[in-house]
C-alpha cells in the first residue's frame, strides 16, 4: 500500500498537466544536467519554452524540444528543436519542474541547469514546414516565411533593382570599420550582385513555423535563403548543397546529441602537388597517391563545436578577434588543441577522429579536379574568401562556414577562409612521401602543416597543391581545422 500511496502522489501533478503527460506517456525520460555534477531524469513539466532573442521572443512547444543549453556567464542561452531549429537567447521562465515516478517533484531554477536533452515525443497533425530559411551572425538557423520585398541595392558603380521572385540566397557581412553591412544577392540564374541596402536601419519581417513574427535588422542577418529542402521531414538548412555530394552521417555522442556532419569519401587514385609548374619546392615532384576510404568534415570544426569541447574539458576558450562564434570557424588554436578535440570527440563517439593527413587533404581538397582550385584555374568571383577573391569577407575576417558553393565532393572552404591543421611533420619535398596516403611523422617534429589558405592571403595561397606550415603550439586568427573519420572495414 504504501507503494501505491507513493505513486499516487507522485502522479496526481504528473496528469494534471495534461499537455505535457499525454504527450510523454508511454516514452522515455528527459534528462536534466546540473552544474554541480548533478544528473536526474523524469518528464520536465513546461507546455512551452520561451526564448527571448535579439530580434523577437519565440515559443517552442515542449514536444518539440530537442535540447535546451544554459549558457554560463555571458554566452547565451541555446535551444534546439526537434525539428533542426536553432535559436539563442535567454530562457524566459527561470523555474521548471522535473516530474519523477517514485520521487516526489522537483523544482529546479534554471540557473542551476547546464543541458536538458528531451526524449523524443509523438506529434500529431502537425503541418511545420516552412519555403524559406534564416541564419543569423549569431549563429541561429531556421525555417521561416520571408515576407520582405523587393529591394534596391546599391553597387559600387551600379543601382540594382532585386527582384525578390527572382532571388535564390542573400549573404550579409559586417564590415569591420563600422556598423556599415555589405549585401551579396545571388539570384535563380546565377548571376551575383553586390552592394548596401539604402537604409542602414533595414529589417527582415519573417514568421517561423512555430507562429512567431519576427523582425530581424539587417546587422543581425547572416543569410536568407529563398528555397529550402526538406529530407525525411527535416529542412536542409544547407542551400548551398551539391546534388552529386556522397554519403552523409552525423556520429551520435554518447549523451545523444550529434558530432560534426561528415562525408564518406571512397578514397582512391590523384596526382598530388604542384601540376601547373607554378607552385613551390614543398610542392614536388607531382606523386601518384592512393588513399584508402575516410570520411571527412563537411565543414571546418566551428566555434559551437569546439566551445561545448572547452566546456566538457575545462579548456580556456579561444578568442573569436570579435567576428563572432557559433558557425564561424574556430581559430586561434594550436595543431595541439586540435588534436586534443579529435581525441575528446573520438571518446565521446566511441569512433576514431584524428586529423586528416597532407595527402588524404588535398584527395579531398581536389574532389577529382586537376587545376589550380577545385572549381578551374581562374579564381572568379566570390568562389571563397581570399584577399582578392570578390567575397564579402576578403582581407576583413573567417565568414561562416559554409558561405560558398561545396566541391563536387560536397566539402566546403577547402580553399580560403582559414588554413587547417593536417597531420603530418612538415618535409619541404614529396620525394620520400609516402604513396597509400599516410601522414609523414616524426618524434620532436618542429613544424606541422597547414592547409587551403585563408581570408588574409591571395588567391595563390588557396591552390589546392599549396602548402604551409607552423609551430604546432602556435595559434593564428587564420588557422582553424577539420576532421577525418576513420571507416571500419
Known sequence: MRLWRLLAVCLIPYFTLTGVANSAKGLGSDLVTMKNGEIHNGTVAKETFT???????????????????????????????????????????????????????????????????????????????????????????????????????????????????????????????????MVQVMLNDGLVHQGRMTSKDFMFKVENRYGQTLDIPIGQVSTLAFKLDYQNGKPDFNSRRHSGAAKLFRDRLVDGTFGPEMIELKGGEY?????????????????????????????????????????????????????????????????????????????????????????????????GARSRFWWGDEVGIARANCEGCGSLWDGEKTAQVGKFSPNLFGLHDTAGNVFEWVADCYHDTFADAPTDG????????????????????????????????????????????????????
Open 271 to 367: 596526382l598530388r602537388g604542384d601540376i601547373q609548374g607554378e607552385g613551390d619546392k614543398d610542392e614536388k615532384p607531382p606523386m601518384t597517391i592512393k588513399p584508402g576510404p575516410f570520411a571527412m568534415g563537411v565543414f571546418e570544426v566551428t566555434f559551437e563545436e569546439f566551445d561545448r569541447f572547452c566546456n566538457e574539458t575545462g579548456r580556456t576558450k579561444p578568442s573569436d578577434e570579435g567576428w563572432g562564434r557559433g558557425r564561424h570557424p574556430v581559430i586561434n588554436v594550436s595543431w595541439e588543441d586540435a588534436t586534443a578535440f579529435t581525441k575528446w570527440l573520438s571518446a565521446k563517439t566511441r569512433q576514431t577522429y584524428r586529423l586528416p593527413s597532407d595527402a588524404e587533404w588535398e584527395y579531398a581538397a581536389r574532389a
Open 438 to 489: 599516410s601522414a609523414i611523422d616524426k618524434p620532436g617534429c618542429g613544424k606541422r602543416v597547414i592547409r587551403g589558405g585563408a581570408w588574409s592571403f591571395p588567391p595563390k595561397e588557396i591552390r589546392s597543391a599549396n602548402r604551409w606550415r607552423d609551430f604546432p603550439s602556435r595559434r593564428s586568427d587564420d588557422t582553424g581545422f577539420r576532421v577525418v573519420r576513420e571507416i571500419r572495414k
Open 51 to 181: 526564448l527571448e532573442t535579439s530580434y523577437g521572443k519565440v515559443s517552442i512547444p515542449y514536444s518539440l524540444m530537442a535540447v535546451l543549453t544554459i549558457g554560463s556567464g555571458q554566452e547565451p542561452d541555446r535551444l534546439v528543436t526537434r525539428l533542426g531549429d536553432t535559436f539563442s537567447g535567454r530562457v524566459r521562465d527561470k523555474e521548471v519542474k522535473v516530474l519523477r515516478i517514485l520521487d516526489p517533484m522537483l523544482p529546479l531554477h534554471t540557473d542551476d541547469i547546464t543541458e536538458i536533452i528531451f526524449t523524443p515525443r509523438q506529434v500529431r497533425n502537425r503541418n511545420l514546414t516552412a519555403p524559406h530559411a534564416v541564419e543569423t551572425q549569431n549563429g541561429d538557423r531556421f525555417a521561416a516565411q520571408i515576407f520582405t520585398g523587393d529591394f534596391i541595392l546599391k553597387g559600387a558603380s551600379s543601382i540594382y533593382l532585386i527582384n525578390r521572385s527572382k532571388i535564390q540566397l542573400i549573404d550579409i557581412a559586417t564590415l569591420m570599420d563600422g556598423d556599415d553591412q
